[in-house]
Nanobody, 126 residues
Framework: QVQLVESGGGLVQAGGSLRLSCAASGRTFSVYAMGWFRQAPGKEREFVAAITTNNLNTYYADSVKGRFTISRDNAKNTAYLQMNSLNSEDTAVYYC???????????????????WGQGTQVTVSS
């Protein structure tokens, strides 16, 4: 299993931006499809964004499309989530996730991922 550590969360005003990072270790990063999920208080964990192993395909939840960008740097073993135009509904704990993938596939369901980070809190003040 790959180990994942998120960073970059914090408190930001509505309309602001944050970039989350997810550092991977333990296995070859480039064979893992990556995803970002979030969980707000009292709500279920929800899909945010996903990216394929080769960095060519991305997929977003409708709620973040056009505002968030997922990317990865396989040389640095790191995935990113750039979040712009943040609003109060984006407040949540954000988790990165990974799963082995042999092709250009992305995954949008939490049960499809085998590895998870500990989460990083994002709070958007209005």
């Amino acid at each position: 299993q790959v180990q994942l550590v998120e960073s970059g969360g914090g408190l930001v005003q509505a309309g602001g931006s944050l970039r989350l990072s997810c550092a991977a270790s333990g296995r070859t990063f480039s064979v893992y499809a990556m995803g970002w999920f979030r969980q707000a208080p009292g709500k279920e964990r929800e899909f945010v964004a996903a990216i394929t192993t080769n960095n060519l395909n991305t997929y977003y939840a409708d709620s973040v499309k056009g505002r968030f960008t997922i990317s990865r740097d396989n040389a640095k073993n790191t995935a990113y989530l750039q979040m712009n135009s943040l609003n109060s509904e984006d407040t949540a704990v954000y988790y990165c996730s990974a799963r082995l993938s042999s092709g250009a596939f992305y995954y949008a369901r939490s049960r499809e991922y085998a590895s998870w980070g500990q989460g990083t809190q994002v709070t958007v003040s209005s």
